[in-house]
T-cell receptor
């Protein structure tokens, strides 16, 4: 079956512009996650959705970052007024969720964001 | 604080040799443990996971990992390295009650012919 898909695969934007990154999870997966991968910080958790709500958004680095999920499916990560330090690969993952964690997360190929 | 540490950012082995990638976690309660592999310009692929059913976990591509509570470790091994194993490997932890994964720093595995 289809895996997690993300678009665009690459995005180059100018400092100060807003960007939107999209994630399509595996069909039937109720949980969706965003992570960021950068050279200096490694792999960092950003936000977790269960259905359309986000019970854990502790990893969002600033109020310039926001995310939403609609219909329990597609999610969009928005970065406003982008800065050069936002340059990274943004990874999306989805899973069937267990009550206490431990669910296998399946990752998309990522969106490489470059802020010039 | 709860954390996960991978010892060695870069490991190099000869083709056919044993692969050993180290992972230690810090938590008073054993977490869920995972190993992921990332090939160049690709996303993360799950190799295996530990969820308390058995301490020795077998994964894909001939990899396995052993959970040792006394050592708070979950090291990844493969008896005989293949050129196609060259990639970056991440140990990840899901602490009890949390859904998010906390990742180690990653270990880049190089296979020498």
């Amino acid at each position: 079956g289809a895996g997690v898909s993300q678009s665009p695969s690459n995005k180059v934007t100018e400092k100060g512009k807003d960007v939107e990154l999209r994630c399509d999870p595996i069909s039937g997966h109720t949980a969706l996650y965003w992570y960021r991968q950068s050279l200096g910080q490694g792999l960092e958790f950003l936000i977790y959705f269960q259905g359309n709500s986000a019970p854990d958004k502790s990893g969002l680095p600033s109020d310039r970052f926001s995310a939403e999920r609609t219909g329990g499916s597609v999610s969009t990560l928005t970065i406003q007024r982008t800065q050069q330090e936002d340059s990274a690969v943004y990874l999306c993952a989805s899973s069937l969720v267990g009550s206490a964690g431990g669910a296998e997360q399946y990752f998309g190929p990522g969106t490489r964001l470059t802020v010039t | 604080a709860q954390s996960v540490t991978q010892l060695g950012s870069h490991v190099s082995v000869s083709e056919g040799a044993l692969v050993l990638l180290r992972c230690n976690y810090s938590s008073s309660v054993p977490p869920y443990l995972f190993w992921y592999v990332q090939y160049p310009n690709q996303g993360l692929q799950l190799l295996l996971k530990y969820t308390s059913a058995a301490t020795l976990v077998k994964g894909i591509n001939g990899f396995e990992a052993e959970f040792k509570k006394s050592e708070t470790s979950f090291h990844l091994t493969k008896p005989s390295a293949h050129m196609s194993d060259a990639a970056e490997y991440f140990c990840a932890v899901s602490f009890q009650g949390a859904q998010k994964l906390v990742f180690g720093q990653g270990t880049r595995l190089t296979i020498n012919p």
